[in-house]
């Protein structure tokens, strides 16, 4: 209507033109609307009306912005946190602010003094560690370098997963660290759990308002704002709008005697544009077994065709419970919650140990934490005492130069015995074991830049992959087998026993035998009396291992975050004091340097 109205108004744009804008007009929100005339606006400043530069030949678009800018740095180990900042910044540049992203590791802290407003986007990774990418700023926050603050004003809002004891610890230090040096909080922080989706939205929100309220008001100005690199293949397909994609197979590649079952699954992404590289992870969208959703209700007194509303949305109970929420992993908050409407003394006890508290929800499902008193609850109850679902990320198993439009994973079953009955997990039974050849699956990449190949070819690796953790370097290997990389490739494996356990066996075999593999050592914990694992075979190897870190070689480590990562750091550690013959501080301060300079990466969990 106002486009019409304004084209009854003496106008420079003739007939065509206004029918043309009214039309492109006519399918954008109001958000977007209002960023195309800043957009406008900022091209009418850098061009003359006489001679118009041919839209071909911007390399980036001059938007007017109230004075004054926001700054959002993202600290993100697998990318959760590169996508709320990216969100925010897309936000932001809609409500009119100027706005620049960088990742923590592009970012100088000295830049913070030039600063008015800064949002920081924070992953905890390990045990409460900053990720790779932000180490060298979290350093420097805390060091004698860092400037005073005084004219800053900032938010923090951090993402983690409250079943591990340094729950969103990054983010937290960052706040500390920022408050420290004089830096004036506009918003409380946001500590998010693994369901973070609805609260980071909601708190992203409250926080441009904030910016706004307190940004400097005055001339417009002219901000750059990088336009993107128009080679890059962007697939549709993400978090928020999974692909469709066929399962071709689900293969048990662990023996008959074995005390797991590890799946080879194979995913076809034909048509889907989804592309990845080695180190990228799948999501994987999966839903919940109909048994055990029917029993979770009937242990709380509901028969399942209960309604509940999700996002609008009204579903049975039972419905809601496979697909729209967590229902095997139990956490700490669910605990919690439980404790106080069951009235249980055994869980009031727990809630008030927090080392016990997540330990025994890391041990125990729902239904067994719903077990522990009989209490009747209505449906809002046991929804309320959910966490809404997640999808199950995956480190690939393959190299798109090996294996074209398919995916390739590695599952390890999650099951275990809870009395007299057997305990599964979500997605690994959903994938290996109600899921046929043939049916659908919905899933997205999540790229993973801190777990990446080096970029020469001739760079030696190391990789320590033990169990599943083997999953990333059958990816890393079939790159560099494709890419005829010149550089040598040492293989660390371990499991329970050689004849049940080795995973991909013939391959390995055969990447060797053609000197893909320049070497393989292995540790088979239960094929003699005392027990041996990959860490033991580094500190055996200790001289060569130190040898090809001073020749320049990448250190790769993928698989459990509990023991075996920590017991594999140790043993980095042991092989840096005894033979760079330096002291304990010392030893840890080259590993630090190495993860800074990208040559020790961690895909943990």
């Not at 992993?329 to 003394?345: C, D, F, I, R």
Request: glycine fraction near 6%; proline fraction near 3%; charged fraction near 25%.
């Amino acid at each position: 209507m106002l486009l019409k109205e304004l084209s009854a108004i003496a106008s420079p744009l003739n007939d065509q033109q206004i029918g043309q804008l009214q039309q492109a007009a006519a399918e954008l929100s109001p958000q977007q609307m209002a960023w195309i005339s800043g957009y406008f606006w900022g091209l009418s400043q850098t061009q003359s009306a006489d001679q118009p530069q041919p839209a071909q030949q911007l390399s980036a678009a001059a938007v007017a912005q109230p004075a004054g800018k926001l700054t959002i740095i993202h600290a993100s180990q697998t990318g959760n946190a590169k996508g709320v900042a990216e969100a925010l910044k897309e936000e932001a540049s809609a409500a009119g602010i100027a706005v620049e992203l960088f990742a923590a590791g592009d970012y100088k802290g000295k830049n913070l003094a030039k600063e008015t407003h800064v949002i920081i986007v924070a992953s905890t990774h390990g045990e409460g560690e900053a990720p790779d990418d932000a180490i060298e700023l979290h350093e420097f926050l805390q060091s004698k370098k860092a400037p005073k603050l005084p004219n800053l004003k900032y938010a923090v809002i951090g993402l983690g997963d409250s079943s591990y004891e340094f729950f969103c610890q990054t983010a937290k230090d960052f706040d500390s660290y920022l408050s420290r040096l004089g830096g004036e909080s506009i918003l409380e922080r946001l500590d998010c759990d693994v369901d973070y989706d609805v609260p980071a939205a909601e708190w992203r929100v409250k926080a441009l308002e904030k910016v706004k309220e307190t940004l400097s008001t005055g001339e417009a100005e002219v901000v750059q704002l990088p336009v993107a690199n128009s080679q890059q293949a962007v697939s549709q397909y993400s978090k928020q709008n999974p692909y469709e994609a066929t399962l071709l197979t689900s293969q048990k590649i662990t023996g008959r005697r074995s005390g797991k079952d590890v799946r080879h699954i194979e995913i076809d992404l034909e048509d889907s544009g989804l592309t990845y590289q080695p180190g990228d992870a799948l999501g994987v969208w999966y839903e919940n077994d109909s048994v055990l959703a029917e029993a979770l209700a009937t242990r709380v007194g509901l028969d399942g065709n209960e309604n509940v509303e999700v996002d609008g949305e009204v579903l049975s109970l039972k419905q809601a419970l496979i697909s729209k929420y967590e229902i095997t992993a139990a956490n700490p908050q669910l605990v919690t919650k439980y404790a106080e409407l069951s009235g249980s003394k055994k869980l009031e006890k727990l809630v008030a140990d927090k080392d016990k508290l997540r330990q025994y929800a890391g041990q125990t499902q729902v239904i067994d934490v719903l077990a522990e008193k009989k209490t009747k609850l209505t449906a809002e109850q046991l929804t309320g005492l959910l966490r809404r679902l997640t999808p199950r990320l995956y480190s690939i198993a393959s190299s798109q130069e090996e294996v074209g439009e398919e995916v390739h994973l590695t599952v390890g079953v999650v099951e275990f015995e809870s009395g007299d009955e057997t305990r599964q997990g979500g997605a690994s039974s959903h994938l290996s074991y109600r899921l046929e050849e043939g049916d659908n699956v919905k899933v997205f990449v999540e790229e993973n830049n801190n777990f990446k190949l080096p970029a020469d070819d001739n760079t030696p690796v190391i990789m320590i992959g033990p169990g599943t953790g083997i999953a990333p370097f059958r990816a890393f290997v079939q790159e560099r087998d494709n890419r005829e990389a010149k550089g040598k490739n040492w293989l660390f494996f371990g499991d329970r026993t050689f004849t049940e356990d080795f995973l991909y066996q013939v391959e390995w075999q055969k990447y060797l035998k053609s000197g893909v593999v320049s070497q393989i050592d292995v540790a088979f914990s239960r094929d003699q009396v005392e027990k041996v694992y990959v860490q033991h075979r580094l500190l055996e190897h200790a001289a060569q291992v130190w040898q090809w870190l001073q020749d320049g070689a990448h250190v790769y480590v993928c698989g459990d975050a509990n023991y075996m990562a920590k017991d594999v750091h140790e043993a980095l550690v042991t092989i840096a004091e005894q033979q760079g013959q330096k002291n304990r501080e010392q030893a840890e301060q080259y590993l630090n340097e190495l993860r800074k300079n990208k040559r020790y990466q961690r895909d943990v969990y």
